[in-house]
């Protein structure tokens, strides 16, 4: 019985013991690491569509317990640097005396390709006071921060679309609509055509209820970051109580959204040299 105890007292004692020594190894630690100077990104990086248009804030911050001069650090970058601007900033961080955190600002340039994910790499490369470059450690946490630009872009041809069918309605309200869209395209070789653009408004039986009798394709221009313009052509010829009406032509800007494969047309239909109505027809491809 005794040396059962005398086993037991001896365990605590030695257990108390070793718990005292890690316990005063950790406080250590932790006031070594608190005295030790460190610049440190926020976080160890993000993944963004190219065709974001916002600022991005790419933060650090300098750690450390008595932080009365001014310190700098600077940033090595990996990547192409056509993906992104410099917003009022570049490759530096600055921390005055005081001061313990600043940031870079970037913002992404959509190139309009479908050339996959990039990256940008930045990495903590010096700083004026020889502090640690991401949190103290072998592993020196938080010295890169890594950002994905995303391409969200969709490859397609003008004779893909060209040859494509569609279906969406216009955003008439009221007696007015909303109209199913009459849209049609095709492809000559070499441009992009629309015919029936208004279409569904022009023949819509509870409102306008003309007749269309003369149809004219339209040439659209799809730039490279889709932006749609269609300059100022003629449309249809039409019929109403057994009467041609005056001609009527149409111009528009818009966007074709090549992931969803929608194009957003907005559009004034015009008559006798004045704008009828203006209305947003959005179509999207069949599959």
Same mark, same amino acid.
């Given at each position: *019985?005794?040396?059962?105890?005398? /086993?037991?007292l001896?365990?605590?004692?030695?257990? &108390?013991?070793?718990?005292?020594?890690?316990?005063?190894? *950790?406080?250590?630690?932790?006031?070594?690491n608190?005295?030790e100077?460190?610049?440190?990104?926020?976080? %160890?990086?993000? =993944?963004?569509?190219?065709?974001?248009?916002?600022?991005?804030?790419?933060?650090?911050?300098?750690?450390?317990?008595?932080?009365?001069?001014?310190?700098?650090?600077?940033?090595?970058?990996?990547?192409?640097?056509?993906?992104?601007?410099?917003?009022?900033?570049?490759?530096?961080?600055?921390?005055?005396? =005081?001061?313990?955190?600043?940031?870079?600002?970037?913002?992404?340039?959509?190139?309009?390709?479908?050339d996959?994910?990039?990256?940008?790499?930045?990495?903590?490369?010096?700083?004026?006071?020889?502090?640690?470059? &991401?949190?103290?450690?072998?592993?020196?946490?938080?010295?890169? /921060?890594?950002?994905?630009?995303?391409?969200?872009?969709?490859?397609?041809?003008?004779?893909?679309?060209?040859?494509?069918?569609?279906?969406?309605?216009?955003?008439?309200?009221?007696?007015? &609509?909303?109209?199913?869209?009459?849209?049609?395209?095709?492809?000559?070789?070499?441009?992009?055509?629309?015919?029936?653009?208004?279409?569904g408004?022009l023949?819509?039986?509870?409102?306008?209820?003309?007749?269309? $009798?003369?149809?004219?394709? $339209?040439?659209?221009?799809?730039?490279?970051?889709?932006?749609?313009?269609?300059?100022?052509?003629? @449309?249809?010829? %039409?019929?109403?109580?057994?009467?041609?009406?005056?001609?009527?032509?149409?111009?528009?800007?818009?966007? /074709?959204?090549?992931?969803?494969?929608? *194009?957003?047309?907005?559009?004034?239909?015009i008559?006798? =040299?004045?704008? @009828?109505?203006?209305?947003?027809?959005?179509? %999207?491809?069949?599959?």
């Amino acid at each position: *019985m005794k040396n059962i105890f005398k /086993y037991t007292l001896s365990a605590f004692i030695l257990g &108390g013991v070793l718990f005292s020594c890690n316990e005063d190894d *950790m406080d250590d630690q932790n006031y070594k690491n608190l005295e030790e100077n460190s610049v440190h990104f926020e976080s %160890t990086g993000n =993944g963004l569509p190219e065709a974001t248009s916002g600022i991005i804030p790419i933060v650090a911050f300098y750690s450390s317990t008595n932080h009365t001069t001014d310190v700098t650090a600077n940033v090595n970058l990996e990547g192409n640097t056509s993906d992104f601007e410099f917003v009022n900033s570049d490759l530096t961080y600055n921390f005055p005396a =005081g001061v313990y955190s600043d940031t870079i600002f970037i913002q992404l340039n959509d190139n309009f390709n479908t050339d996959g994910d990039r990256e940008l790499v930045f990495t903590l490369a010096s700083v004026s006071n020889d502090a640690n470059l &991401g949190y103290p450690g072998p592993e020196s946490l938080y010295s890169t /921060y890594t950002l994905t630009v995303v391409d969200d872009d969709c490859a397609y041809t003008l004779e893909e679309l060209g040859n494509a069918s569609w279906s969406g309605s216009d955003n008439a309200a009221g007696d007015e &609509g909303p109209n199913t869209s009459q849209i049609v395209s095709s492809y000559d070789g070499t441009n992009l055509y629309l015919e029936g653009i208004a279409y569904g408004w022009l023949t819509n039986s509870n409102y306008w209820d003309e007749e269309i $009798v003369e149809s004219y394709p $339209v040439l659209v221009n799809i730039a490279a970051d889709g932006s749609l313009t269609i300059e100022e052509q003629l @449309l249809a010829i %039409t019929l109403w109580d057994n009467e041609i009406q005056p001609d009527y032509y149409i111009r528009a800007t818009g966007r /074709y959204e090549s992931c969803s494969e929608r *194009m957003i047309i907005n559009y004034d239909l015009i008559q006798g =040299g004045a704008i @009828l109505r203006s209305y947003t027809e959005t179509i %999207t491809k069949n599959n």
